[in-house]
């Protein structure tokens, strides 16, 4: 747009100021805040005294901070590649033509549109021993024999199965949307060239439509990787970080921390900890997708 | 093997609709039913005692009604306050865009989740604790939103807006009689993108609410819960109650929710 440039900036401005407002204010005033946080003792009514680097070197030693950072690790790599692979499938179903093509697509993004404490309360009656829905089914297709239970929520592996199990029910949706729209994108002639030439089921997807999806599949991957590591209010609901604290996951941690013990300063540095590790992933992930940029 | 594909949608099917068809089944069964077997949870007697309980008895729509307003409320301010931020950055050549849009960008880079405990003690100064504004203004600034925005602006074609400028239209004008109807298909789905993500949100209202006529579905659902046991019927009344109203707008509006999470994934 033409006009000269001293209106230019007064405009820009104008348009800009109530982003910018909320955005200063709530974002990065909170950013720098924080750190000042770091090096006080300061609980949820005031600031106490200032302690140097004592939060970072207690935080170095702490034990509970590394094991809810493991944690929330192992829900990583716990849900991410069953994510894509599961996301991938159900692409390829809802992909495929059939009259029950668009309910295929529906049935499997609605239960992303469920609110957190719903879905997890769901998957937390749907994990019940005896009464149960998942134990249930598997009695009465006998895969299960009627004097034996599963009890999913108190045992650590098994409870970790369960969060990743209806994590995975909860929000494949978005990334199965995501695979479908890239499946849509590729060209019908290529796939009908690979059939001439013979190919068969599993080389058109090992030779075509898995190379075609590694964009999206990057993609796919970071973002995952990102959000996963900020798992909270799922685990929190199903299993209360327990049994023994062993599905504790770092945000609960901070939380505990900040409001249930009052050491807000020792907190934020934690969450300063969390930060480090994603703005890492964020770069890896930025770099990745320019890179694909530059190709394309 | 046709059927094989077969076979693996219809039980993939199944798997992802059981849970929900169980959650509405149970809700509507009488309360203290002895459950032997899967089949026990949907046959009759059914009963909606419960549904008069818990809508009368509790403060489950007073949750559900504010996290309608704050989803609401959310969804209009950051989607205008994104767009006129995508509109200059893309179509206004003022000084220091560059430097304001790299600003914007490193947005990204910081995860809400982190400067939680910080921003927690920023609203409390300005005694925004306990308020429907502290629900509202902090999550307001998406970068997400204005760079998904920009992007779109930066595809409609300069010269429209210089002939609408040389007809004497200012650029609030452009804004929002040219650029806003052109690129309305974007701002639909970052709109309801928007709103799913504040009905889902849970952590800010869970530290900055402690009063429990302003919590918000996420939150008042855990405290509803705690105070039942043994039964399924209530949770499962409390869960259908609370997911109701998102189906129905999923259901009417799957096409645009659809397209949002492509679009998002793109430029995400």
């Known amino acids: 747009m033409r006009m000269n440039k001293w209106r230019a900036d007064v405009q820009a401005f104008l348009f800009l100021l109530p982003f910018l407002l909320v955005y200063v204010l709530f974002t990065f005033w909170p950013m720098i805040k924080g750190v000042q946080m770091t090096f006080y003792k300061w609980t949820l009514i005031k600031k106490m005294q200032y302690v140097g680097w004592d939060n970072y070197r207690r935080m170095l030693q702490d034990q509970e901070m590394w094991d809810a950072l493991w944690h929330s690790t192992i829900f990583v790599l716990l849900t991410t590649p069953t994510m894509l692979v599961l996301a991938i499938v159900l692409a390829m179903i809802a992909n495929r033509k059939s009259r029950l093509q668009k309910f295929y697509r529906s049935i499997f993004f609605l239960p992303s549109v469920l609110s957190v404490a719903v879905a997890s309360f769901l998957g937390l009656f749907v994990f019940q021993p005896y009464t149960g829905l998942v134990n249930s089914v598997l009695h009465l297709l006998g895969v299960l024999s009627d004097q034996r239970e599963i009890f999913w929520l108190t045992e650590t592996n098994l409870a970790w199965i369960a969060i990743s199990l209806i994590t995975l029910w909860w929000t494949v949706g978005f990334n199965f949307i995501l695979y479908l729209s890239a499946m849509q994108d590729i060209p019908d002639e290529i796939y009908e060239a690979a059939r001439l030439d013979g190919a068969n089921d599993r080389q058109v997807f090992w030779r075509i439509t898995l190379p075609y999806l590694s964009p999206i599949t990057k993609t796919i991957t970071m973002l995952q990787i990102i959000a996963s590591f900020k798992v909270f209010l799922q685990i929190y609901i199903i299993t209360g970080g327990g049994p023994l604290d062993q599905t504790r996951p770092i945000i609960q941690l901070i939380y505990q921390t900040g409001f249930r013990k009052n050491d807000l300063g020792y907190a934020a540095t934690m969450s300063y900890m969390l930060f480090a590790i994603l703005l890492v992933l964020s770069i890896i992930q930025y770099v990745i997708n320019n890179r694909k940029g530059a190709n394309a | ?268």
Not at chain 2, 61 to 77: C, I, K, P
Not at chain 2, 125 to 132: A, H, P
Not at chain 2, 212 to 218: A, E, R, W, Y
């Open chain 2, 1 to 268: 093997m046709k059927w094989f594909y077969r076979i693996v949608s219809v039980v993939m099917a199944a798997i992802f609709l059981l849970p929900v068809i169980w959650m509405l089944v149970v809700s509507i069964k009488e309360e203290g039913m002895k459950i032997v077997t899967v089949v026990d949870w949907f046959t009759p007697p059914y009963s909606l005692a419960v549904y008069d309980q818990i809508l009368n008895g509790t403060k489950l729509t007073d949750w559900l009604l504010n996290s309608v307003l704050v989803a609401v409320f959310v969804t209009l301010l950051t989607v205008v306050v994104a767009a006129m931020a995508g509109f200059v950055l893309s179509k206004v050549p003022f000084r220091y865009r560059a430097v304001a849009f790299f600003f914007i960008l490193s947005g990204l880079l910081i995860p809400g989740e982190a400067i939680i405990i910080p921003l927690y003690q920023v609203a409390k100064d300005m005694n925004l604790l306990n308020s429907y504004e502290g629900l509202i203004i902090p999550v307001l600034a998406s970068p997400v939103a204005v760079i998904v925005l920009k992007s779109f602006f930066d595809g409609v074609p300069n010269d429209l807006l210089e002939s609408v400028q040389i007809d004497g239209g200012g650029t609030w004008r452009i804004f929002t009689s040219i650029m806003i109807p052109l690129i309305r298909p974007a701002l639909a789905s970052m709109a309801i993108l928007t709103f799913i993500g504040s009905w889902n949100n849970f952590l800010w209202p869970f530290l900055s609410i402690t009063d429990d006529n302003l919590f918000t579905l996420p939150m008042g659902i855990p405290t509803l819960m705690s105070q039942y046991s043994e039964d399924y019927v209530k949770p499962m009344v409390v869960n259908t109650i609370a997911s109701l109203p998102i189906m129905l707008l999923f259901i009417i509006f799957e096409r645009q929710i659809v397209k949002g999470v492509s679009l998002s994934g793109i430029k995400g």
